[in-house]
Each structure stands twice: as structure tokens, then as C-alpha cells.
């Protein structure tokens, strides 16, 4: 019998990070480990991904076999008020972690986003060159690089909108929309200008966990490596999710929600790419043919649950 692949979830307490420690943890052939920091529980272990000594005291002792890197400061707007503190997470630390995975032999995945493309020429594959419009999108492209250049070896997974379960309903930018949708007290301005592609966690981390298992499979040497995509293909805009929202929780009436046709403006706001479709190609390039759960599908048995 093969040995186990030992691998490490970082941000294993973040919506995907969740879901890829799950997933690896009904794989016979994995054995997983999960790291988080900020919201540390119960089966994590606790690292400060920034402390570089702590960082290589890790990776001595564990000797991982495969590193899933999750973590990262996700949400656009937040970026913008945190650079500093955003490029560290965003930037400086996959690049530690890159670095330290070549040394140890270990695989890594560095999960990037649709948001390193300007969204004027869809669908975008692998080879397509990127143009970020936000300094989250900037900080992600820049992430990639810092992992492509200290390990050749390692992987880039960019992915779309995700959703999936949640902890609270901010937790992601899918949940968040049940906000406005039940709230039937007020008017809501939705955005109806952006066209996403939702993917659910439950999905990707399937796609991760292939890509793991896929390179440990490699004989010839060139392993799972470069960037690839992943996205559903389902599009749908916030306003499009939010009116589904409401019909699913018994609210025929959504007049509360209207169709912004702008994207957002003002203080406060991010500008974001209008339609970022992401091809599967470069996955189904080495085998790995993705299946993504229909929207309506998940979302009604997850809120019926």
C-alpha cells in the first residue's frame, strides 16, 4: 500500500480552507493537516505565517509532502485600507512558503483570482496576459510571481466568486447577499453591471486535492506545475443571486431589490473587472476534468437543511 500524502491546509478555518480539510480528510491516501491564526479552533494547529523562523521550524518538523495555501486577505475593499498589511499576507508570505516547500520537497498550491484580468475579453486562459484593476487583484498577481519565482515547482490555482458554508453571512461575498435579500424594510441597489461565475468550495477543493494527488502520480518528473483555472460556468450577477435569494425564502415579492445597471461608485468602493470567465482548459490539459453542482441546487438544499 502507497503511503499517505501528508498535506497542509493553510487558512483552515476560512470558507475553502474548511472545505479542502474536509474533502482531505475522506481521502484514504491523505492525511491532512490544518493551520490557521486569527480564527484558531479545536484540530488546527496555530501558525503566524509571517514569522519566517517559526514558518521553517515548521516545515523541519512536519516535512510535508503537499501545501495548500488558503490564507490570504480576500476581500477587496479591506485590501485597499490595509495595504501594508495586505501585501505581507498577499505577497511576502506565499513567497515564504514557495521558498521553503523547494527546499523540502514539498508540493505547493498558491490560490490566486479572477481579479488579476481587467474583465474587457473573456473567457481568459492560462496564457492570457494579466491586467489587474484593483490593488487586491495586484496584490494576488504579485503573490503568484513571488511563488513562481522561489519554486518553479509550484502550482497557481486562480478562481472565481466562491461560495459555500458559512460561518456568519459576511463570511462570503455570495452569503452576504441574503442580507438584502430578506430584508424587505428598505430598498436595496444591487449590481447588475458585473457578470460572476459563483463556484462552490465543495468543488474546487475537489479540483485542489486532484492536482495534489495528480503530482505525487507523476513519473516523468514535471509534476502539476504553472498556473491553472477553475470556474463554473454558470453566470449570474449579485443581482441576478439576490433575486433568487428572496424567491427561494418565500418572498415572490422583490421590489425591495433594484437592478443597478452602474457598478458601485463612491466612497468606499472598488472597481472591479466586468466579466472575468475563466477557462478550464489548462485543467483538463492533465486530466483533471471539473464538475461543478448547479447554484439553485446547492443554495436550496443548504438553506433547507
Not at 516535512?63 to 499576507?89: F, S, W, Y
Not at 509550484?154 to 472565481?160: D, E, G, H, K, W
Request: glycine share 8%.
Amino acid at each position: 500500500m502507497d503511503a499517505k500524502i501528508k498535506l497542509v491546509v493553510t487558512g483552515a478555518s476560512g470558507m475553502l480552507g474548511r472545505q479542502v480539510l474536509a474533502e482531505a480528510q475522506k481521502r484514504a491516501n491523505i492525511d491532512a493537516i490544518g493551520l490557521s491564526f486569527t480564527r484558531t479552533r479545536a484540530g488546527l494547529q496555530t501558525l503566524d505565517l509571517t514569522d519566517e523562523p517559526a514558518v521553517r521550524e515548521f516545515f523541519a518538523r512536519e516535512k510535508p509532502q503537499a501545501m495548500i495555501h488558503c490564507a490570504a486577505e480576500r476581500r477587496p475593499n479591506v485590501a485597499g485600507d490595509d495595504p501594508q498589511g495586505t501585501r505581507l499576507l498577499n505577497v511576502h508570505v506565499p513567497g515564504i512558503l514557495a521558498r521553503e516547500a523547494l527546499l523540502h520537497g514539498t508540493y505547493f498550491v498558491y490560490i490566486s483570482t479572477e481579479y488579476v484580468f481587467d474583465g474587457l475579453d473573456p473567457p481568459y486562459d492560462v496564457e492570457d496576459t494579466p491586467k489587474p484593476l484593483n490593488f487586491y487583484g495586484q496584490t494576488k498577481l504579485d503573490g503568484e510571481l513571488a511563488t513562481l519565482k522561489a519554486n518553479p515547482k509550484a502550482a497557481v490555482l486562480r478562481v472565481p466568486l466562491l461560495y459555500g458554508r458559512v460561518e456568519y453571512e459576511g463570511e462570503s461575498a455570495v452569503s452576504v447577499l441574503l442580507g438584502p435579500a430578506k430584508d424587505t424594510s428598505k430598498v436595496h441597489e444591487i449590481d447588475a453591471a458585473q457578470i460572476r461565475f459563483p463556484t462552490c468550495v465543495d468543488d474546487v477543493a475537489c479540483v485542489l486535492l486532484d492536482m495534489v494527488e495528480v503530482n505525487a502520480r507523476d513519473v516523468n518528473g514535471e509534476g502539476v506545475r504553472g498556473v491553472f483555472h477553475v470556474s463554473s460556468t454558470r453566470s449570474m450577477t449579485k443581482y441576478d443571486m439576490c433575486v433568487f435569494f428572496a424567491q427561494t425564502l418565500g418572498i415572490a415579492n422583490t421590489d425591495h431589490l433594484v437592478a443597478a445597471s452602474e457598478p458601485p461608485s463612491g466612497a468606499g468602493s472598488v472597481q472591479r473587472p466586468k466579466n472575468t470567465q475563466l477557462s478550464n482548459r489548462s485543467l483538463q490539459q492533465i486530466g483533471i476534468e471539473p464538475s461543478f453542482v448547479p447554484f439553485e441546487q446547492w443554495w436550496r438544499e443548504y438553506l433547507f437543511q
